[in-house]
């Protein structure tokens, strides 16, 4: 970790309260002329930070737009078992994950990005990307798990995002099967895993789970097709740093994905589930069928009820339900 990062993350620690500079040296193993070099640092990239000869440092805030250090400071000691790229502009953070897995880059490696102009969604769709009012970020894994099991990726980063997104704004987040995540009645974030697999062994290569939040309103609002079903997490109020949502949902998706075969996650996936319970459309082949949404189970498969009595387990799909006002 630099000592820039290093820095980051003490001042973090004291937010709100003096840290003598003395005290941040020993901390940081370095000299105090280090240390007063780095703040300045920090306070030219634009954090909040007082200064006092007979007190130290004490942070006010910090700038919205991440960094690698600011992410790292963020992450404290985790920041040093991953390999942060923060990009100005990408067409798919997904897409310059696999380029980097391809020239072999280890797990953990994650690139983050202020837009994106060919963010991917599910079935092919897009994910609208502005800049400046979301999360986009990709994370490369390299699990020894059968393709089949990469759903299980998904709902990880899924149960991740929506504690991540709780922890810095206190909003209930709740979960549409199988990777959307709702916040007020509106899609905030989606998800999207995808996989390479190596052929000669007949398993997984490597995957990218790729997650973008919207944490702010872009100016002007949503695109007309988006408005009704797309909404922000903090709206046009105050939002969080977009390194400490990065950071939290880093953290907290390497605290479920280390124990992916237990799946111990699955029940927070189900009790946080915006379907269960509710009538829903499911949608196949551009074809819709009425249902209810029953229960979901170890798998991450979702049971469903259909107009005529029968029932059928989902392993992949499309389901739609009526906008609900969650707030509260």
Do not use: H
């Amino acid at each position: 970790m630099s000592i820039r990062s290093e820095l980051i993350t003490e001042l973090l620690k004291n937010k709100g309260d003096y840290i003598s500079g003395e005290a941040l040296s020993k901390k940081m193993f370095c000299s105090r002329n280090a240390v007063w070099k780095a703040v300045n640092s920090l306070k030219a990239g634009g954090f909040e930070i007082k200064s006092s000869t007979k007190l130290g440092y004490k942070l006010m805030s910090v700038p919205d737009i991440p960094d690698e250090d600011t992410v790292k400071g963020f992450l404290g000691a985790f920041g040093d078992t991953v390999d942060i790229t923060v990009l100005d502009t990408a067409a798919s953070t997904n897409d310059s994950v696999k380029e980097l897995a391809a020239q072999g880059a280890k797990e953990g490696t994650v690139v983050i990005a202020l837009n994106q102009t060919m963010g991917k969604g599910r079935l092919g769709r897009s994910f609208y990307s502005p800049r400046n009012t979301g999360v986009y970020l990709s994370i490369l894994l390299r699990p020894d798990i059968p393709l089949s099991e990469c759903l299980m990726i998904t709902s990880a980063a899924a149960v991740a995002t929506a504690q991540a997104i709780e922890a810095v704004s206190y909003k209930k987040a709740l979960i549409k099967w199988v990777n959307d995540i709702y916040v007020d009645g509106k899609k905030v974030c989606g998800i999207l895993t995808e996989a390479s697999t190596d052929i000669e062994v007949g398993g997984l290569s490597y995957a990218v789970v790729g997650i973008g939040v919207n944490i702010s309103d872009p100016p002007g609002g949503f695109p007309d097709e988006l408005k009704d079903k797309v909404g922000s997490v903090f709206g046009k109020g105050p939002a969080v740093s977009r390194a400490e949502l990065s950071a939290e949902i880093i953290r907290r998706f390497f605290a479920l994905y280390k124990n992916l075969p237990n799946r111990d996650f699955l029940k927070e996936y189900a009790d946080r589930s915006l379907i269960i319970g509710k009538q829903i459309s499911v949608i196949n082949g551009g074809e819709s069928r009425e249902a209810t949404a029953l229960e979901i189970d170890k798998n991450c498969r979702l049971k469903v009820r259909f107009l005529d009595g029968s029932e059928k387990w989902l392993s992949s799909g499309e389901v739609s339900v009526k906008p609900v006002n969650m707030k509260g």
